[in-house]
């Protein structure tokens, strides 16, 4: 009996310690990718037009991302109280291989973009993060590049 608790035992050490099996999908996110970021600026560009956003006025813009899920959330600083009164959200779960990051959007207030994939192109210097990728949703209309710098939020 002695011998069948220890078998036991080493048999359930050993499966809790095994590497992840295929069908277990773990992000290969690297500990720089997660934190909290504030977006600082971003720029996208429709056709031949380019807008560039400047996130530190009149609003603000947060995306927390852990292991194997992001999150963002926006609204402006007036307290809904102007004509600059806006707030957005989303989140998801992504996946990370070097550096091409994809996010699966799986809740959004703007809820036809729910559901849609998103590759973007990362990459970390310091405490900045540079995003940049395609968004493209053609039954909306919706067919831009979009590069947004954030900042570690400390």
Not at 37 to 46: D, H, N
Not at 148 to 153: I, L, S
């Amino acid at each position: 009996m002695k011998h069948l608790v220890c078998a036991l035992s080493l048999a359930a050490i050993t499966l809790a310690c095994s590497p992840p099996t295929q069908n277990e999908q773990v992000p290969e996110a690297g500990p720089s990718l997660v934190g909290t970021w504030k977006l600082i600026s971003g720029t996208t560009i429709r056709g031949n037009d380019t807008t560039i956003t400047d996130y530190t006025r009149n609003q603000e813009f947060i995306k927390i991302i852990n292991k194997t899920h992001f999150s963002f959330i926006s609204h402006d600083l007036n307290k809904g109280q102007d004509s600059t009164a806006m707030f957005s959200a989303g989140a998801g779960k992504y996946t990370l291989n070097d550096d091409t990051y994809i996010e699966q959007l799986d809740y959004f207030n703007h809820r036809d973009w729910e559901g849609h994939q998103f590759e973007f192109t990362v990459s970390i210097e310091q405490d900045t993060l540079i995003q940049t990728g395609l968004e493209a949703i053609p039954e909306l209309g919706v067919d831009q590049t979009i590069i947004e710098k954030y900042v570690r939020v400390k």
